[in-house]
């Protein structure tokens, strides 16, 4: 045997150790799923994923194709054109749903969740309790008994879209149930909830920024939005609509179960419409909530917010549902103002403020159909509510925002 000399042995030693030392992600494998992949089946890829992996799942529809995922600081994202469709097709996964995440870390990006049924009727699109972050992009839940069910110390759900979920019964299935620690919901399109909530979130820090949550003409939603334990919460830049057969009259609600977190609401910039003849509640608020509310638009019949010690300033109060605001096009549900809108619209706004804890109010995007965004510009004056006149910035980035990370 020929032995190398000292001075080629030692470096040597020292890149192989280096590579061994090297950061798990880069280390991190691709596993290719699809029918004419390495992994046929999404369950076959996620049994082999290891800590760090991105899975990329072909696009096409996986029938009955349910599984854990449980490694952590996971990737898996739909490829090619079209998204992959994860439809459950009366399987589950450990009675609890479609996909069931027990790994930390867990990122998915351009999947299709439907069809998920349980026996006790709880069944998710992802069902998500763990620690770390959970990121939801460019993902469509539909016909679910639970779009997402679960927490995170940090959610981020953005660019996505949630139709029809809820299995019927008030108030224990919805398009989102979701916690943690810090909860940010933002760009994306919420509606149709089967007598659930459109959102509900138990989250202690919770960002709704820039959606579109709507019943429309036959959804059934109880609340567009339930904060049912309150917490730092931050609503701003959407448009919310109640249609005529939501299962409850008020639209917001917050704190209606606890006040087990901290009573600290901001709702400004939203437009929020009530297409309920018989009216309702706009914000139901529990006894003793510091609310502030301002810039918005507040259009149909019902009372604008009850309880609560709200700080009100430069809102639009519209109870009627003649257009008076001249939305461009309301019986579409399109809210955006048009050069017919008056001045208590246009250039209408205060300067919006910073909260309690110093998080900026001001709207800096804007929710863009179907599920985007793109950057709000005003000339001078804001206008009121979730769109500026003439506003055409450049689409949004999808940096996940300071508030999964440093609360404020």
């Known amino acids: 045997m020929t032995l190398r000399p000292a001075a080629l042995r030692l470096p040597m ?11 798990l992600s880069s280390r991190a494998a691709t596993l290719l799923v699809g029918p004419d992949k390495p992994y046929r089946t999404v369950r076959a890829a996620a049994q082999a994923a290891q800590n760090g992996d991105v ?10 194709d ?21 439809r459950a097709n009366g399987a589950n996964e450990a009675g609890k749903g479609i996909w069931v995440v027990n790994g930390n870390n867990f990122t998915a990006e351009n999947i299709e969740f439907s069809g998920s049924t349980v026996p006790d009727g709880n069944g998710a699109g992802i069902r998500n309790d763990t620690s770390g972050y959970l ?3 460019n993902c469509y839940f539909h016909d679910n008994q ?13 660019k996505s879209i949630f139709d029809h979920n809820g299995l019927g019964d008030p108030g ?18 919420s509606h149709r909830a089967n007598i659930g909530h459109n959102l509900k979130t138990r989250g202690q820090n919770n960002y709704i920024l820039y959606n579109r949550i709507m019943d429309e003409a036959d959804g059934t939603a109880s609340y567009s939005i339930d904060v049912p334990d309150c917490g730092r919460t931050y609503i701003v830049g959407n448009v919310i609509e109640q249609g005529p057969n939501s299962d409850n009259s008020s639209i917001i609600a917050y ?12 709702v400004v910039h939203n437009t929020i419409v009530n297409n309920r003849t018989a009216g309702g509640t706009f914000l139901q608020l529990r006894s003793g909530t510091p609310a502030l509310v301002r810039n918005n638009v507040f259009y149909g019949p019902g009372t604008t917010w009850s309880g609560g010690n709200v700080t009100a300033s430069a809102n639009y109060i ?4 003649n257009n008076a605001a001249k939305f461009a096009a309301p019986g579409s549900y399109d809210y955006h103002l048009t050069s017919a809108s008056p001045p208590s619209l246009l250039n209408a706004g205060i300067a919006p403020g910073t909260s309690s804890t110093g998080y900026s109010l001001t709207p800096v995007d804007e929710y863009v159909y179907d599920a985007q965004s793109r950057t709000r510009t005003a000339s001078g004056v804001l206008d009121l509510g979730a769109f500026e006149f003439g506003s055409g910035g450049p689409v949004a980035d999808v940096t996940p925002p300071r508030a999964i990370f440093d609360l404020k």
């Open 55 to 64: 899975v990329l799942i072909d696009a096409g529809v996986y029938s009955g």
């Open 66 to 86: 349910v599984t854990s995922w449980n490694a952590s600081n996971l990737t898996v994202r739909g490829v090619g054109v079209g998204r992959a469709h994860m």
């Open 135 to 137: 990121v939801v992009r």
């Open 13 to 23: 030693f020292a890149a192989a150790l280096a590579v061994f030392l090297l950061p």
């Open 172 to 189: 224990r299935t919805h398009n989102m149930y979701i916690w943690g620690r810090s909860v940010t919901v933002r760009y994306t399109y």
């Open 318 to 321: 519209e109870p009627s549902l």
């Open 146 to 158: 639970n779009g997402i069910l679960g927490g995170a110390d940090s959610m981020l759900i953005e």
């Open 255 to 266: 704190g209606a179960e606890s006040g087990s977190n901290v009573l600290d609401l901001y």
